[in-house]
């Protein structure tokens, strides 16, 4: 089977495109912010209200996006999967991409929006990415292994970045 | 400069000045601090380079 090469960027310019609101979470939002950490999906939360989820679902189409999960690779997302609290795991054809509706302790973007930075990525494209003090407490919450595995390199990334560079 | 080399700089800058290089939970900070002199895109091209290194190595067709 043909994977596509992950193309974060370009799956975040259409985001833009669109004009849809999300905040960048995750494994992609830790490293935008400097921790050296992998990850194979872009995880985003979305504003779910209906006219940002109808910007979302022409973004969605665009991407050609699919389920990823079994039986899935000829289902599309529709506004019920988009407006719902769920974790909508896709396969687009520039890489794999998290439509999440809450994370963490139950929050969604109006509760998250307030925890985030503006990063600019290029000239002409602006994202809102969850904090890393935010992405930590998410994690603890959460508790899995997985998340506990990455939260020393997150803690470790803050204090190196609130260090005065020299 | 190439990536690999401009983290050679820090492992090495670390040493000279007595910066830790590990910390006491064994992360490694060269790493980190290369990560923080690096621009944001800079940062997802690394990320995105790793994906496919890793795609190839698997033999993913892509």
């Not at chain 1, 109808?54 to 899935?72: I, N, Q, S, W, Y």
Request: positive net charge; hydrophobic residues 40%.
């Amino acid at each position: 089977m043909t994977k596509p090469k992950p193309d974060f960027l370009a799956i975040l310019r259409t985001l833009v495109r669109q004009r849809v609101e999300f905040i960048i979470v995750g494994g992609v939002a830790a490293v935008l912010q400097g921790a050296p950490l992998s990850t194979f999906a872009l995880d985003v939360v979305h504003r779910r209200e209906q006219s940002n989820i109808d910007r979302l679902l022409k973004a969605v189409e665009t991407l050609e996006a699919r389920f990823r999960t079994p039986g899935g690779a000829n289902r599309k997302p529709n506004r019920s999967h988009l407006s719902s609290a769920g974790h909508q795991l896709l396969m687009t054809r520039r890489g794999p991409l998290d439509l999440l509706g809450v994370i963490g302790g139950d929050r969604g973007y109006d509760e998250l929006v307030r925890e985030t930075n503006e990063v600019r990525l290029g000239s002409n494209l602006k994202v809102r990415v969850l904090s890393l003090p935010a992405l930590i407490r998410d994690k603890e919450e959460v508790g899995r292994d997985k998340d506990k595995a990455v939260l020393a390199v997150l803690r470790r990334t803050l204090e190196e970045g609130q260090k005065p560079q020299t | 400069m190439p990536s690999g080399t401009m983290r050679t700089k820090h492992a090495e800058k670390a040493l000279v000045s007595n910066e830790r290089i590990h910390s006491d939970d064994g992360v490694d900070l060269t790493l980190i601090r290369w990560m923080l002199s690096l621009t944001p895109v800079e940062r997802l091209k690394v990320l995105e380079r790793h994906l496919a290194s890793v795609q190839r190595l698997r033999g993913d067709k892509t």
